[in-house]
């Protein structure tokens, strides 16, 4: 059993930013997905094993960046910019490939989940 523990969301205006930080109890392929009120889950962005690789979803790139601490067994998702249609839980997730990917059906343990708001 993986142990996720997900920190860093909170509450902040346009145009701001927060780093989003979940510890992982090994290393391993992770991603970051979102659920808004309402929507289905969505991939955000999601980082290979040894870090090698990343993938993003559209409405993200450039805006939000995936990195990993190996050391730590940490991912993080720095977010800039940020616009109220970011606003959504976060999860983070441990795959059960080495690589990166955008399905969530490639992911085995998900954490609880933190909430981001960001206010217009």
């Known amino acids: 059993q993986v142990q996720l523990a997900e920190s860093g969301g909170g509450l902040v205006q346009a145009g701001d930013s927060l780093r989003l930080s979940c510890v992982a109890s090994g290393r391993y392929a992770m991603g970051w997905f979102r659920q808004a009120p309402g929507r289905e889950r969505e991939f955000v962005a999601a980082?290979?094993?040894?870090?090698?690789?990343?993938a993003y979803a559209d409405s993200v790139v450039g805006r939000f960046a995936i990195s990993k601490d190996n050391a730590k067994n940490t991912v993080y998702l720095q977010m800039n910019r940020l616009k109220p249609e970011d606003t959504a839980v976060y999860f983070c997730?441990?795959?059960?490939?080495?690589?990166?990917?955008?399905?969530?059906?490639?992911?085995?343990?998900w954490g609880q989940g933190t909430q981001v708001t960001v206010s217009s």
């Open positions: 997730a441990v795959s059960d490939s080495p690589v990166a990917l955008k399905s969530s059906l490639a992911y085995r343990y």
């Open positions: 980082i290979s094993w040894n870090g090698g690789n990343t």
